[in-house]
């Protein structure tokens, strides 16, 4: 009764603008807080979800070819509910082996022969009915995929469904070398594995091996994600994505490669941290902050670069949009003597983007930081984090995590559609909370990052035309950044390990205000417009989520096709 209440007054604010308008101009300061606890109300038991939607999956039926398996059972003897789930698959009952038989190698290659796939699972695991059908129909992609991924859960003794996997629809390497991100709901096509030699690999090995030669072999699509629940773990199964993380495997992998990438010391830490070098010496970062006055921000987040921060290679450059405040002239002027800070005159109607353009082409960094002057240095070797990860090949944008002054989260990256045009993942989450699957604690690919901490290299970020000048004066340019960025074939990322203050907004205000909104509500016109079809698939957040909360909820039942 609550939940469909609760539902209720959402439709109703929806259908009914005055009312909403209203809404958001006098609840605007609360609505983040007042957002959450409404859609943890309302939100819907995974049990319930999974009972209405996920079991009965006819959609993943249909057109589903006759496709040989071989299921590889780790473990000894394959256990009776491991065996009878795979005896129970629509079609034709897969083919049963223990990793330990003698003619392992004889069968793979025989399911090479006929053009099957090869499932490894663990004593105990069992899958959905339609799973093989499922993992069948999504074989018929074009190229054939070489990695089947589906997402998975833990089934209770009592036959209910709980902690869901949920995994994102596009392949992401370094979640990989952090984590084992494919768990056990995974089919790798036979022939693939003869071809490269890896039908002797189990678990994170095989994971790492098979998507490096899979990528080399066929690109992205090589790697499809079908969002469907096919495999259950056992109930008391420790969580897969720490369990089954294997570090002497990352190590190997990290070994056999070119970037130089190393694991912390701590290998027991899950999930694993990266450390990627800087070239010698290190090169020149340019860090730009756009201001009007508000020296009591200013102040706090320059003293933080020029005191706090480890890097060796700085320059400030403070975009200066039409200041008069002589106490923030005074310490323009005191900041000048020190030879690393340079005050760039940013005249005229407030143009975030036209702002932080100006201030790039005067920039000397090869790298550049675009940093609001309402965040605040909390750790030294946050810039080191930050331009490593930059420097990487194939690297577009690098964001931080961003915390409030309460220390729940602010930024941990920004999902395509979320609530309209875009928005936070996981906003106001606890600064201590691990996050689903840990991506709150995981280096992740991420469509955009918020411009309030966002590192790039500069021949980048010039060679793109940087922000948006004219459409996206102040809202959304950093996403209509990003998404350009990705469409010139760069990964976004976001890492954990740099995280900074951010007093979200508290120079320029809300843009919810109503001095703001027709502007902001023109800017959201402007990326429908532009962007319409790529708002609605992030290709790094599960379809299973809802887009009009930030807090990782279950979707309402409909179609969710292979990604």
Not at 154 to 160: F, K, L
Not at 206 to 224: D, F, K, M, N, V
Not at 351 to 380: K, Q
Request: charged share 20%.
């Amino acid at each position: 009764m609550r939940r469909r209440a609760i539902a209720a007054l959402r439709a109703g604010v929806r259908r009914l603008p005055w009312l909403r308008r209203h809404l958001l101009r006098w609840l605007a300061p609360v609505m983040p807080l007042l957002g959450r606890q409404i859609d943890k109300a309302s939100a819907r038991p995974y049990a319930e979800w999974f009972a209405q939607w996920q079991a009965p999956r006819p959609d993943l039926l249909a057109g589903a070819p006759p496709l040989p398996f071989l299921a590889v059972i780790a473990g000894g003897a394959p256990g009776e509910p491991t065996r009878a789930a795979l005896a129970a698959q629509s079609g034709p009952a897969p083919q049963v082996l223990s990793a330990d038989a003698p003619d392992l190698a004889a069968a793979i290659a025989a399911c090479a022969g006929a053009g099957g796939y090869l499932l490894r699972l663990d004593a105990g695991e069992t899958l959905a009915p339609h799973a093989l059908a499922g993992f069948a129909t999504a074989s018929l992609g074009t190229p054939r995929p070489l990695i089947l991924l589906a997402d998975e859960d833990v089934v209770q003794a009592n036959g209910q469904h709980s902690d869901p996997w949920f995994k994102t629809p596009a392949f992401d390497p370094d979640r990989l070398l952090q984590q084992d991100s494919f768990g056990a709901a995974v089919a790798y096509e036979a022939a693939f594995l003869l071809r490269h030699q890896l039908g002797t690999l189990r678990g994170h090995a095989l994971a790492l091996a098979a998507s490096q030669a899979a990528l080399a072999e066929a690109g992205p699509a090589a790697i499809r994600h079908l969002p469907a629940v096919l495999v259950h773990r056992p109930p008391g199964t420790p969580a897969p994505w720490r369990q089954r993380t294997d570090a002497a495997a990352v190590a190997r992998h990290l070994a056999s490669g070119a970037e130089g990438a190393r694991l912390d010391a701590d290998l027991a830490q899950r999930p694993l941290r990266l450390h990627w070098p800087l070239p010698e010496p290190a090169p020149l970062v340019s860090l730009i902050i756009p201001t009007r006055d508000r020296i009591d921000l200013l102040r706090p987040c320059v003293e933080g670069l020029l005191r706090r921060t480890e890097y060796p290679a700085i320059e400030v450059l403070i975009a200066d949009n039409d200041s008069t405040d002589p106490a923030t002239l005074s310490a323009f002027a005191a900041w000048g003597e020190e030879g690393r800070v340079r005050v760039l005159p940013a005249p005229g109607p407030f143009n975030y983007s036209a702002i932080n353009n100006r201030a790039v082409a005067a920039a000397r960094g090869a790298v550049v930081v675009l940093l609001n002057n309402d965040t605040e240095v909390l750790h030294p070797d946050w810039l080191t984090e930050m331009v490593s990860l930059a420097l990487r090949p194939g690297v577009g944008a690098v964001g931080a995590r961003l915390l409030f002054p309460d220390g729940r989260v602010q930024h941990a990256g920004v999902v395509l559609g979320l609530g309209g045009v875009a928005g936070h993942d996981m906003l106001l989450s606890g600064g201590e909370e691990d996050g689903p699957q840990d991506d709150l604690r995981l280096l992740r690919s991420v469509s955009a990052v918020t411009a309030a901490c966002l590192a790039i290299r500069r021949e980048t970020y010039l060679a793109l035309g940087g922000l948006e000048e004219t459409r996206f004066r102040v809202a959304y340019n950093d996403v209509d950044f990003c998404i350009r960025v990705r469409e010139a074939g760069y990964r976004n990322l976001v890492t954990p390990h740099a995280a900074l203050l951010h007093r979200e907004s508290a120079s320029r205000g809300s843009d919810l205000a109503p001095a703001q909104r027709l502007r902001w509500e023109a800017e959201c016109a402007a990326m429908e417009a532009r962007w319409g079809a790529v708002l609605r698939h992030d290709p790094w957040f599960s379809r299973q989520y809802r887009l009009d909360s930030a807090y990782r909820l279950l979707a309402e039942p409909g179609p969710r096709r292979a990604d």
